[in-house]
């Protein structure tokens, strides 16, 4: 198992267009996480899965953000009609029902133009 | 609102000086963990406390969670140019982990 694989690392879109990004979590992991980052701030928590089943998501997940997880495996969030304040690191986390903290992957950098 | 506020937001020091970065809310949480982040990358999970009073070191790093678990700081010893990056403090209250804003630390060789 090499850890929690994020893609693509880097995404430029224009504004208005839509992105996919795609989560790896640990294979034993049944919880997975996703949390937005800028620049010299800490993440901020966006929705999590616990297998398949979306328990929570944040205020911050507008209806143009969507998350799916569909066989308690890799999960995608996808963002539509894109905006600037968009731009962030999209970090994907994963935890084994909780416990002993998340490990992250390394993150997608979204810049939108 | 930010639930869990670290100070100081940045510090830059001379390779072998000590430091400490604190971590303080208002909420009670049943645990708390401390990561690092380097530029372009997700954080790494560096301790997990648990218990009001706690402190566990780790090489040449110290953590104390509150009494009240409310609030928590990291004491790094000798500090050396590998400890750049930025240390996050992240308050468990249940179903997700909160993370603080965040300490930018240079260490200066």
């Known amino acids: 198992d090499t850890g929690v694989s994020q893609n693509p690392r880097h995404k430029i879109t224009k504004r208005g267009q839509n992105v996919t990004f795609r989560c790896d979590p640990i294979s034993e992991h049944n919880r997975l996480y996703w949390y937005r980052q800028t620049l010299g701030q800490g993440p901020e928590f966006l929705t999590y899965?616990?297998?398949?089943?979306?328990?929570?998501k944040s205020r911050l997940l507008s209806d143009r953000f969507s998350a799916e997880r569909p066989k308690g495996s890799f999960s995608t969030l996808e963002i539509q009609r894109t905006e600037q304040g968009d731009s962030a690191m999209y970090l994907c986390?994963?935890?084994?029902?909780?416990?002993?903290?998340?490990?992250f992957g390394s993150g997608t950098r979204l810049t939108v133009v | 609102t930010q639930l869990l506020e670290q100070s100081p937001q940045f510090l830059s020091i001379q390779e072998g000086e000590n430091l400490t970065v604190y971590c303080n809310s208002s909420?009670?949480?049943?645990?708390l963990q401390w990561y690092r982040q380097e530029p372009g990358e997700g954080p790494v999970l560096l301790v997990t406390v648990v218990t009001g009073g706690e402190v566990k070191k780790l090489k040449r790093l110290t953590f104390q969670f509150g009494d009240a678990r409310k609030d928590s700081s990291l004491h790094i010893t000798a500090a050396q140019p590998g400890d750049t990056g930025l240390y996050l403090c992240a308050g468990d209250r249940g179903s997700q982990f909160y993370f603080g804003t965040g300490t930018s630390l240079t260490v200066i060789p």
């Open positions: 909420s009670v949480f049943s645990s």
């Open positions: 986390a994963s935890s084994f029902q909780g416990r002993d903290g998340y490990t």
């Open positions: 899965f616990q297998n398949e089943a979306q328990l929570e």
